[in-house]
């Protein structure tokens, strides 16, 4: 697999062919992690032809280093740590409690921007696959798994373009299939291995989602 992928949509269709096996199943649903996972998750929809939705995860920063994840949470109460780096850093409770009273703000208020009055799509009983544009810790990820596991999918598959070994190995038990393009070491980090890494912006959410909605509506 060559890197950098040019863009976030390159790594989408790639992605596409990675999993398109899954092609013809009429319970598959794909749901993205926003924002940088719906560029990509975008494309793997229309490729399998399945609806494509959202499933809301934040990252939990470290005060005073917001892009260190110390952890995830995500709907339905869910909240993963990363112990290393949690008791690394002798975070507090307390300081957990208000870096994630702050975000899960954030996450209801995605909520309300991107699906409006329309109700979470239903996961029970669904073949559902998971995408972001890649993973670093994995912890966001790994609160996206959990929050999936307690609706009771019927599959569950994480798809990623990129990938660290680390992330990989918490990931791979918890699952019914992990797909990653690469896993390039050392690192750095998502953005690296990107030509064109730009924030995804909420309107491009809400266009690439009612994209989906009129595809899946006109099929």
């Not at 229309?46 to 494509?52: E, G, I, Q, R, V």
Request: aromatic share 4%; net charge negative.
């Amino acid at each position: 697999m060559q890197l950098p992928f040019n863009d976030r949509t390159e790594a989408g269709r790639l992605l596409a062919q990675a999993v398109h096996g899954y092609r013809g199943r009429d319970d598959l649903l794909v749901l993205a992690l926003p924002r940088g996972g719906v560029p990509v998750a975008a494309e793997v929809a229309a490729d399998l032809d399945a609806p494509l939705d959202l499933m809301l995860v934040r990252k939990l920063g470290v005060p005073g280093q917001p892009e260190l994840a110390m952890g995830a949470i995500a709907t339905g109460g869910v909240q993963v740590l990363n112990p290393d780096i949690v008791n690394g850093l002798g975070l507090s409770e307390g300081a957990i409690d208000r870096v994630a009273e702050t975000e899960g703000r954030e996450l209801a208020r995605r909520a309300r921007l991107y699906r409006g009055e329309r109700p979470a799509p239903r996961i029970r009983a669904s073949c559902v696959i998971l995408i972001d544009d890649g993973l670093a810790t994995g912890a966001t990820m790994r609160a996206a798994v959990s929050a999936a596991r307690a609706q009771e999918p019927s599959t569950l598959v994480v798809a990623v373009p990129v990938a660290s070994s680390d992330a990989l190995d918490l990931l791979e038990p918890t699952v019914d299939d992990l797909v990653c393009l690469a896993t390039p070491e050392p690192f750095f980090g998502v953005g690296r291995w990107y030509a064109a890494f730009p924030q995804t912006s909420d309107d491009e959410v809400r266009t690439l989602l009612a994209d989906a909605r009129a595809r899946v509506g006109a099929g």
